[in-house]
């Protein structure tokens, strides 16, 4: 069975511009989390989604944004990027949000650059 | 104070020594329990996971969880070459928000 996958795998983008993320959960999964980690880290929460709502959200300004679509997938938008958000984006898939098993499952993540 | 507090190292050991990775948490909320592997520059992988207190074993992993104390603990068995990575545990409320620590660096000697 195929894992939590993301794209890209790289990106490199200048100050300012806007970026979107992409990222696949696993098959049977509903649930989709967000995270940004720093190098020499540990993740931080961004944004949870289930069932195409969002369930919760970090502390992160309004640039950052996400969606979850019908197929469980979701999309992670960035806008007026900073310096600051380099950073490795990881995506974490759960089999449901609440009420039982909270395993997640991270992705590859994608390693965001900004210059 | 941070949430979860996790000591940088980094921490290194011949190989077959038996290593013990620790971290500290402040909210007494917290019931589940994951220790992560992450090897350089890729996503992190579940290694253990845990819900309120007491012990789990598998294989050569075993982590511990005291809620009295607030402490989490991993131990690894004869540890590997292979085991070098970055070690990052983390705790959850019902909420399924994930809250890690900064990660410890172990490397295994061989």
């Known amino acids: 069975d195929a894992g939590v996958t993301q794209s890209p795998t790289h990106l490199i983008k200048t100050r300012g511009q806007q970026v979107t993320l992409r990222c696949s959960p696993i098959?049977?999964?509903?649930?989709v989390s967000w995270y940004q980690q720093v190098l020499g880290q540990g993740p931080q929460f961004i944004f949870q989604y289930y069932e195409k709502e969002e369930r919760g959200r970090g502390n992160f300004p309004d640039r950052f944004s996400a969606r979850q679509f019908p197929n469980y997938s979701s999309e992670l938008n960035v806008n007026a990027l900073l310096l600051g958000d380099s950073a490795l984006y990881l995506c974490a898939s759960s089999l449901i949000q609440g009420g039982g098993s909270y395993e997640q499952y991270f992705g590859p993540g994608t390693r965001l650059t900004v210059t | 104070q941070k949430e979860v507090e996790q000591d940088p190292g980094p921490l290194s050991v011949p190989e077959g020594a038996i290593v013990s990775l620790n971290c500290t948490y402040s909210n007494s909320a917290f019931q589940y329990f994951m220790w992560y592997r992450q090897y350089s520059r890729k996503g992190p992988e579940l290694l253990m996971y845990t819900y309120s207190s007491g012990n789990k074993e598998d294989g050569r992993f075993t982590a511990q969880v005291d809620k009295s104390s607030k402490y989490i603990s991993l131990f690894i068995r004869d540890s590997q070459p292979s085991d070098s990575a970055t070690y990052l545990c983390a705790t959850s409320n019902q909420g399924g928000k994930l809250i890690f620590g900064q990660g410890t660096e172990l490397s295994v000697k061989p």
């Open positions: 098959s049977g999964h509903k649930s």
